[in-house]
């Protein structure tokens, strides 16, 4: 039965299976190879902040929660303000459509011209907000901005 000289487990083959160093086979003798073992890398885990700021943007509430629940990103000062001023702002944008709903019954439909110019302002805002989040700045927008500020700093 053969051994791996550098770990000491049982080897069958030309690589050791549980270190993976090299196996030399010479007639029935086996021995590790001297293969010289680098360092692993360290790869940087997980989004960037510009980038893990951008998609608190991406599906309001639940992209907003879902990043102040992930541990690394929950911890990060920046990526909190986005993810509270990405549910604050779905939620104004809830507010508003309910809003609209009741004015349009009210009035027999006459919010069917109004409404899509604001929800255009909406989509418009909520572009501009994934773009300046991306690009590592920050845009607070007025009412909804110091609250999540706010929320962020605790």
Not at 51 to 80: D, E, H, K, M
Request: hydrophobic fraction near 55%; include cysteine; proline fraction near 5%.
């Amino acid at each position: 039965m053969a051994f791996c000289a550098n770990c000491g487990s049982q080897v069958d083959g030309r690589f050791c299976p549980k270190c993976g160093a090299a196996v030399n086979v010479t007639g029935g003798n086996v021995e590790a190879a001297a293969a010289p073992t680098a360092a692993p890398v360290a790869q940087p885990a997980g989004l960037t902040d510009n980038a893990a700021s951008a998609l608190c943007y991406a599906l309001g509430l639940i992209t907003g929660i879902l990043f102040l629940v992930l541990a690394p990103y929950n911890q990060n000062r920046n990526i909190r303000f986005h993810a509270f001023q990405s549910i604050f702002l779905h939620v104004a944008a809830i507010i508003v459509w309910i809003g609209l709903s009741v004015i349009s019954v009210m009035t027999h439909g006459l919010m069917l011209f109004l409404a899509p110019l604001i929800w255009l302002a909406f989509f418009v805002l909520w572009l501009i907000l994934i773009i300046k989040a991306y690009q590592g700045q920050k845009l607070v927008l007025p009412v909804i901005g110091p609250m999540a500020e706010q929320q962020a700093g605790k």
